[in-house]
């Protein structure tokens, strides 16, 4: 298994420009979140989904969008990217939605000039 | 889901056990707690979790008080491996998003 995989690990863009960062999981886990990690900060909760079809807010939601098509994938979207979106992006998945053990990604880091 | 307090930051000799401890003074019954750690810039790692019972696992034990308010997370002989910022968290069994706060950095020296 591959667990949670995160494409890309780097990424340089400029203000304005939209992305998508893509996550993947090969473990048939029905959760799956993003966190983003600023410099000596704890991780806040984005998006996240408990199933295929279904998506909610979390914490940060501002300036992202995700849709969760099949339970294997889940994206993010930066739709006008903006220097305060320069961070760590981290993906977790879960075997069941009440459950807190996650399993995270490597992480992508998003520069955004 | 109740708030933790971590202390910033601590060392401990490799080879020694290290006593990670976490306040949640505010932590109602149905809430678990849970323990992450992140090395260097890795994505968080699960640990172990527990709600009134001490758990141990291949990697720490939990210690739980009685009274629920207070935990400590023990790596009984610390690796240099172990370096790494360790995060407390609690939640109920019904939420489905875990909080992060700024954890407690785990230096071990050898």
């Known amino acids: 298994n591959a667990g949670v995989t995160q494409t890309p690990k780097f990424q340089v863009l400029k203000t304005g420009q939209s992305m998508t960062l893509q996550c993947a999981q090969d473990m048939n886990h029905e959760y799956m979140s993003w966190y983003r990690q600023d410099p000596g900060m704890g991780l806040r909760l984005i998006h996240y989904s408990v199933g295929a079809g279904i998506t909610d807010q979390g914490e940060v939601p501002n300036g992202y969008n995700v849709s969760r098509s099949t339970t294997e994938d889940f994206p993010l979207r930066l739709l006008s990217a903006a220097p305060s979106q320069t961070s760590v992006y981290f993906c977790?998945?879960?075997?069941?939605?009440?459950?807190?053990?996650?399993?995270f990604g490597e992480g992508s880091r998003l520069t955004v000039l | 889901d109740a708030k933790t307090t971590q202390p910033p930051s601590m060392d401990c000799a490799e080879g020694r056990a290290a006593n990670l401890p976490c306040n949640h003074s505010t932590i109602s019954g149905n809430e678990y707690v849970y323990w992450y750690r992140q090395i260097h810039s890795q994505g968080p790692q699960y640990i172990i979790h527990?709600?009134?019972n001490n758990e141990t696992n291949e990697m720490a034990s939990l210690i739980i008080t009685e009274d629920r308010k207070s935990s400590t997370l023990i790596l009984p002989h610390a690796t240099l491996r172990d370096t790494a910022v360790y995060y407390c968290?609690?939640?109920?069994?019904?939420?489905?998003?875990?909080?992060f706060g700024q954890g407690t950095r785990l230096t071990i020296n050898p």
């Open positions: 968290i609690v939640r109920g069994e019904g939420a489905q998003k875990l909080v």
């Open positions: 977790a998945s879960s075997y069941d939605p009440r459950a807190g053990e996650l399993f």
């Open positions: 527990g709600l009134k």
